[in-house]
């Protein structure tokens, strides 16, 4: 995690640098806007920014845009009042943090950004012969290919390869391919000369460069246009590089990492993804089971979750009834680890008590229990039968409402139950940042109340 901090801060950028750290960030402090600009422009990244609201927050943000840098902004500020956060989020910032800093909230915002701190949970004998595979390659220089459903971990198992390899020390740079459009992925991952295209107001270096020495990983490489896919399989295959706009060719040192949701051997077939790019890219394949197939796993994540949220939202301990384990472990979870975990922490806020009981673990509307078959007999439990009979009206409900509607709730609902943090919804939702932020800006265009950092969408 690289954390750069732009402006002093109010006198607290030392405590809040030493926080960051202390949670395991590099940190990096520039005084002035176009001093961190330029850096990010050579190659010195950041997975987030922290920056002083009294800074020119709208310029930083624009210029971001402008240059496609994909990073988050937090803006800080000492004694600041609800009209200064509100203008810095207005500006472009993500989420406003008062100084000086509470730890618990900078991790908060760290973990929100960041996946590299989830730890690899491990039970299930399916899941131990993939990390007994992982283990084995790690340390070579083979490109791997990271296959499984989505939400199951396969970034999370890439940066666990990274961490085992003789690379660990170097840069873990990962780009989801299926996030930026297909006109800006090339620069992203190739970087650009001066002019080579509007917005192109200085050199940029790409992500191949930026991980030189360490690994990169695409992210959902299936998404990628035929045309960027030959320009990839040469930088493999050459371990060279052109930038948008070059007139030579740069040597980079780099291992490459790769995941895909789909069948990449039939996207061959289907002639959208190049045979020989899958054969560079497929030198070892891991292939992460679905939750589903590994049950013994569910119970461990499910313990992990719990004990995280408790912590995040300030409760007491809080552990998982008998009952409650057996529901997890029928659950298929179709959405895997990311629907476990969402499960997980409204569970959290729903007990009463020290103990959450099955009753808790409930869908995204808060009616239905996950573990509920989809016709449903009476249970003899008046609570149960009532919430049944409750979802099966909500289902029902669902008839002559359009796509939109649906699903602006189901975005609106998440981003309430995330107390209005856009990267967690994110997150939840299996969309990237960009995406929701434009959804919610139509919203908010449309006159729809969309809840902002710490607030709770008002019941309709």
């Not at 299930?124 to 595979?133: G, H, K, S, T, Y």
């Not at 690379?167 to 459009?181: D, T």
């Not at 509007?198 to 299936?222: M, N, P, W, Y």
């Amino acid at each position: 995690m690289r954390v750069m901090m732009i402006g002093n801060l109010g006198g607290q950028l030392s405590v809040a640098s030493k926080i960051a750290f202390d949670r395991g960030a590099k940190v990096t402090h520039f005084d002035q806007i176009e001093q961190a600009l330029s850096a990010l422009r050579a190659g010195r990244g950041a997975d987030l920014i922290m920056a002083d609201y009294n800074l020119d927050l709208a310029s930083l943000t624009s210029a971001l845009d402008a240059e496609r840098i994909a990073v988050p902004v937090v803006a800080c500020g000492v004694e600041a009042d609800a009209t200064g956060a509100a203008n810095a989020i207005r500006a472009g910032a993500r989420e406003f943090i008062p100084l000086p800093p509470d730890p618990d909230m900078i991790a908060a915002v760290l973990e929100a950004v960041a996946d590299d701190e989830r730890p690899m949970i491990v039970s299930d004998p399916a899941m131990q012969r993939v990390i007994q595979l992982a283990d084995q390659i790690a340390g070579s220089e083979a490109s791997v290919l990271i296959t499984g459903e989505s939400g199951v971990g396969k970034e999370v198992m890439a940066r666990y390869v990274h961490k085992q390899s003789r690379r660990a020390s170097k840069p873990f740079i990962s780009v989801n391919c299926a996030a930026i459009p297909e006109n800006l992925l090339e620069s992203e991952l190739f970087g650009h000369e001066k002019g080579a295209f509007t917005g192109a107001v200085t050199r940029r270096i790409g992500k191949f460069e930026e991980a030189d020495g360490g690994t990169l990983l695409l992210d959902e490489i299936s998404e990628m246009d035929a045309r960027l896919q030959a320009k990839l399989l040469r930088a493999i295959q050459e371990r060279e590089i052109d930038r948008v706009g070059g007139s030579k060719p740069i040597k980079v040192n780099i291992r490459i990492l790769a995941t895909s949701n789909r069948n990449l051997a039939d996207a061959v077939k289907e002639g959208i993804f190049r045979e020989d790019l899958l054969y560079r890219l497929n030198v070892v394949n891991l292939r992460i089971p679905p939750l589903r197939e590994r049950k013994l796993d569910a119970v461990e994540l499910a313990n992990y979750f719990v004990e995280k949220y408790a912590a995040a939202n300030g409760l007491p301990g809080k552990r998982l009834s008998d009952e409650a384990r057996e529901c997890v472990q029928a659950h298929d979870w179709p959405g895997n680890v990311r629907e476990l975990e969402n499960a997980m922490h409204r569970a959290v806020l729903l007990s009463v008590g020290d103990v959450i009981d099955a009753e808790a673990i409930r869908s995204p509307d808060g009616l239905e229990p996950v573990a509920a078959s989809s016709h449903p007999m009476p249970t003899g439990n008046p609570v149960v039968d009532a919430a049944t009979q409750s979802a099966s009206a909500l289902n029902t409900s669902l008839v002559g409402r359009t796509v939109a509607d649906v699903e602006q709730d189901l975005i609106l609902d998440t981003l309430s139950h995330c107390l209005g943090n856009r990267t967690h919804a994110a997150n939840i939702l299996g969309i990237s940042i960009r995406t929701l932020r434009n959804k919610l800006k139509a919203y908010s265009e449309a006159g729809v109340d969309v809840p902002q950092p710490g607030e709770v969408r008002e019941a309709i």
